[in-house]
């Protein structure tokens, strides 16, 4: 049996980035029974994508009951329904071996990561304030506007965290000569790369520019297929698996990307413990570690992933895998 709902976690505070606010996380949940055993898997469905919960849900609903993992790659494309449903089939696999999913996986035994932070967007003089309360974390991320501001905003972070590592999200709002005039800035200010500063699909810019600011591939990376095209535009890739459409091609992106010689940035969407624990077991190794979402949440889910401060411990298996 395949049960599909939406669960609302309402966040600590309110939570800004280039396309809007938020003051919840709404998430689907897919949970599958099996001869007694059961799996949980946690999407957030991203407008930018074209994902509504009802449309995710519509997609989940319409699956054979039995259907398997490996089905699952063919039945689905890459995006939040098929990650729910390949991560709570993943779920379900070690919970009825009676052996932890990265086991399954041919992976070594996970071990604790650094997580990012994320600021919201805001005026300079919120995100210093914001940055003061959170000095205490090893990595920053901020979010940016692709505005006359952003200079503002990293100045004032690194005032209010002057130890801190900072990279920076410009959510696909700068363009070519923005770059130009922001990267040797923010080099100085001791910034260490930027997320998709172009719109995907609108990125070859990054051919022609010496990248003097490492550049990630967000919304132009969401599976293997992608890879290719970003050769010589980008330094490192973030894989979510919300794009990805689960933990079995997230598992294999961070493979491939190795392989074309990119970093790797594990990534996350707003969500719940349920929806970072998979993403774990792609984030050992990895260069930057940004599964913050429970930390912007004021509820989670019961048991959540341990944090001790930045640094966040695999899941129980009474949570996932």
Not at 109 to 118: I, L, M, N, R
Not at 216 to 244: F, Q, W
Not at 276 to 301: F, H, S, T, Y
Request: charged share 20%; aromatic share 4%.
């Amino acid at each position: 049996m395949i049960q599909v709902t939406q669960d609302r976690f309402p966040l600590a505070e309110v939570f800004t980035i280039a396309r809007g606010s938020r003051t919840e996380a709404r998430v689907t949940t897919v949970t599958i029974t099996r001869n007694g055993v059961t799996g949980r898997g946690e999407c957030v469905p991203y407008p930018r994508y074209g994902e509504t919960p009802e449309s995710v849900a519509d997609l989940i609903e319409a699956l054979p009951a039995d259907i398997t993992r490996e089905q699952l790659q063919v039945a689905l494309p890459g995006g939040a329904a098929r990650n729910a449903v390949d991560c709570a089939l993943w779920d379900l696999e070690a919970k009825a071996a009676g052996q932890p999913a990265w086991q399954l996986a041919g992976l070594a035994e996970p071990g604790t990561c650094v997580t990012a932070y994320t600021l919201s967007l805001g005026t300079p003089e919120a995100m210093e304030a914001s940055a003061a309360k959170h000095a205490h974390r090893p990595l920053l991320k901020t979010k940016l506007g692709g505005g006359d501001e952003d200079v503002a905003r990293i100045r004032a972070v690194r005032t209010g965290a002057p130890q801190a590592r900072i990279i920076v999200d410009a959510n696909e709002g700068w363009t070519a000569d923005q770059y130009r005039t922001l990267a040797p800035v923010f080099v100085e200010l001791g910034v260490e790369m930027v997320e998709q500063p172009f719109p995907a699909g609108q990125d070859d810019a990054l051919c022609d520019l010496d990248r003097v600011l490492p550049v990630c591939a967000d919304e132009s990376c969401h599976d293997r297929a992608s890879l290719p095209d970003l050769v010589g535009k980008y330094d490192m890739i973030n894989i979510k698996l919300d794009k990805t459409g689960g933990l079995t091609e997230a598992l294999a992106l961070n493979i491939a990307a190795r392989e074309a010689g990119f970093k790797v940035m594990v990534g996350c969407m707003v969500g719940s413990s349920l929806a970072m624990a998979p993403a774990m077991l792609v984030a050992q190794g990895a260069e930057i570690v940004d599964l913050d979402g429970p930390l912007l949440l004021a509820e989670d889910r019961d048991p959540p992933l341990d944090f001790n401060g930045a640094v966040v411990s695999p899941p129980r298996p009474a949570l996932w895998g």
